[in-house]
T-cell receptor, first 115, second 112 residues
Framework: AQKVTQAQTEISVVEKEDVTLDCVYE???????LFWYKQPPSGELVFLIR??????QNEISGRYSWNFQKSTSSFNFTITASQVVDSAVYFC????????????FGKGTRLHILP | NAGVMQNPRHLVRRRGQEARLRCSPM?????VYWYRQLPEEGLKFMVY????????ESGMPKERFSAEFPKEGPSILRIQQVVRGDSAAYFC??????????FGPGTRLTVT
């Protein structure tokens, strides 16, 4: 069965601190995709990244970085030098290629960046 | 190229009424997915449609909910005889024949 676990329900950090959001996934498939989405207070879903299971290279995009570790089935997300605008709910998600690409979401981590 | 459009953005219905949620996919996209987000929860898959076909409705409640994606026009998610528990945000996503799904802004349904 496929599953995404975000153990951190809520995190608060002071602005400029670094913060890591954890994500652990379960899948039997060898071909799958992992995602991170941001949901700001306005409610829309903002796509951040997609990573396929064959590409374990870590990725950096500005202040955002992602650490994909197949050995531990984890896909963690780090925000460096956090800003108040980073306050949002962040969802990790999984899609298995043979399951018509439907996306399985974790329950989300609510991130508060305190000024 | 306009993004995925959903309307209405906010919908209020009394218990027992019907709710119709519309989703216009991005131009050229023939795959549509509906997801539901209950308060304080992640999104849950409901149904996957291609033009005139339901491909996977494993996440759809068996009663009162239906979805369609006609040859012409938007995809419709229909909820009959709404109950308070149907209050949620309903997101539509569309994709071309790849794994990329583009999400709409969502429709927030409130049942009073």
């Amino acid at each position: 069965a496929q599953k995404v676990t975000q153990a951190q329900t809520e995190i608060s950090v002071v602005e400029k601190e670094d913060v890591t959001l954890d994500c652990v996934y379960e899948t039997r498939d060898t071909t799958y995709y992992l995602f991170w989405y941001k949901q700001p207070p306005s409610g829309e879903l903002v796509f951040l990244i997609r990573r396929n299971s064959f590409d374990e290279q870590n990725e950096i995009s500005g202040r955002y970085s992602w650490n994909f570790q197949k050995s531990t089935s984890s896909f963690n997300f780090t925000i460096t030098a956090s800003q108040v605008v980073d306050s949002a709910v962040y969802f990790c998600a999984l899609s298995e290629a043979w399951r018509d690409d439907k996306i399985i979401f974790g329950k989300g981590t609510r991130l508060h960046i305190l000024p | 190229n306009a993004g995925v459009m959903q309307n209405p953005r906010h919908l209020v219905r009394r218990r027992g009424q019907e709710a119709r949620l519309r989703c216009s996919p991005m131009k050229g996209h023939s795959h549509v997915y509906w997801y539901r987000q209950l308060p304080e929860e992640g999104l849950k898959f409901m149904v996957y449609l291609q033009k005139e076909n339901i491909i996977d409705e494993s996440g759809m409640p068996k009663e009162r909910f239906s979805a369609e994606f006609p040859k012409e026009g938007p995809s419709i998610l229909r909820i009959q005889q709404v109950v308070r528990g149907d209050s949620a945000a309903y997101f539509c996503a569309s994709s071309p024949q790849t794994v990329e799904q583009y999400f709409g802004p969502g429709t927030r349904l409130t049942v009073t």
